[in-house]
């Protein structure tokens, strides 16, 4: 693994791309394709992500309002609304919908069976059955996916190193994500590798975190791990000054947003990179070639963020050969 900034994509897809004209997707404006955006978030927490899929976009010559219209939808992390939402935006017309993270994947692919998904990203989408291989999906779902178990074990990993006496840590999971079946033996298998017990708790809602945090410190574990989901990310503020109010050392994955809101530690792919390729998938599917034929591709490389004002906050010394390794130290 290498801890360079940039990020390489994975797959044949990655390969050089001849970008199209403006005018390949230019229409009379009543007659422009729609393409649905549906997050399981709130509008403000994740603008940050709804603003990288429209460059990406753009860098594939759609432009919302002139060569294509977005339909965005929020179930402002309500997962009980996602299907509702997806069901929505296949019947206003969405000839793709573009969504984040294997809860809303499901979602989507339930709500709207019909319309092709790409994924922006999700976690091991053929192991959560979404795909038959990365090289040919096969089906109605394609994107980008995140590698699934060994970088749940990095993470872990990273943790242990960054505080090498620790005994147990707590793993917090998004309550009604489907691969949470999955993680639970990995995040075992993990713990038993590195001589650590972790104990797991789901958590349904955002109003949740406090007594998941307050859980954790009862336990009295050495650090928390937050499996990634955009319910998370959306809760970066919160998740954070609970940690450092808890005083738990806490690792995240997602965007990497959440050690430079406060948690000590990230390892995480670069978004931009991934919400970039999202427009390249939905500009071929709106040229008319079948989903199931584009490659998913992998991030292979990740940044890791270290957040030293939260260390010395906690009274931590960083190894220094993590620190060494860092792409982001936040002083």
Not at 138 to 149: A, D, E, H, L, R
Request: aromatic share 4%.
């Amino acid at each position: 693994m290498t801890w360079r900034r940039r990020t390489i994509l994975a797959g044949a897809a990655a390969c050089t791309v001849e970008l199209p004209s403006m005018s390949a997707f230019a229409q009379p404006r009543n007659d422009l394709p729609l393409v649905g955006i549906l997050q399981l978030g709130a509008a403000e927490p994740l603008a940050g992500w709804v603003e990288a899929v429209r460059r990406g976009l753009a860098q594939y010559g759609l432009v919302d309002g002139k060569t294509m219209r977005l339909a965005i939808r929020h179930a402002d992390n309500d997962t009980r609304r996602l299907v509702g939402l997806a069901r929505e935006l296949a019947a206003l017309g969405s000839r793709v919908i573009v969504t984040q993270g294997t809860t809303s994947v499901r979602a989507a692919q339930s709500g709207a069976p019909a319309v092709p998904i790409v994924m922006a990203p999700s976690a091991d989408p053929v192991g959560a059955g979404f795909a038959r291989s990365l090289a040919r999906p096969g089906g109605n779902i394609t994107g980008i996916g995140t590698i699934g178990p060994e970088i749940i074990g990095k993470r872990i990993e990273i943790l242990k190193e960054a505080l090498p006496a620790a005994r147990s840590f707590a793993a917090l999971l998004q309550a009604a994500n489907p691969a949470n079946a999955r993680w639970r033996p990995v995040l075992d298998d993990a713990g038993r590798a590195l001589g650590v017990r972790i104990h797991v708790r789901e958590v349904s809602a955002s109003g949740d975190f406090a007594a998941a945090f307050d859980w954790a410190a009862d336990l009295k574990v050495d650090g928390v791990f937050l499996i990634s989901d955009p319910m998370f990310d959306a809760n970066i503020d919160a998740i954070a000054s609970l940690a450092l109010a808890r005083r738990l050392p806490t690792i995240a994955g997602g965007t990497g947003s959440l050690s430079r809101a406060g948690a000590l530690l990230s390892y995480a792919q670069e978004i931009d990179a991934i919400l970039n390729r999202a427009g390249y998938y939905v500009a071929e599917i709106l040229r008319g070639v079948d989903p199931g034929t584009l490659p998913i591709e992998q991030p292979t490389v990740f940044r890791l963020a270290i957040n030293m004002r939260t260390a010395r906050a906690l009274g931590l010394t960083i190894p220094p050969s993590l620190l060494a390794r860092a792409d982001e130290v936040i002083e």
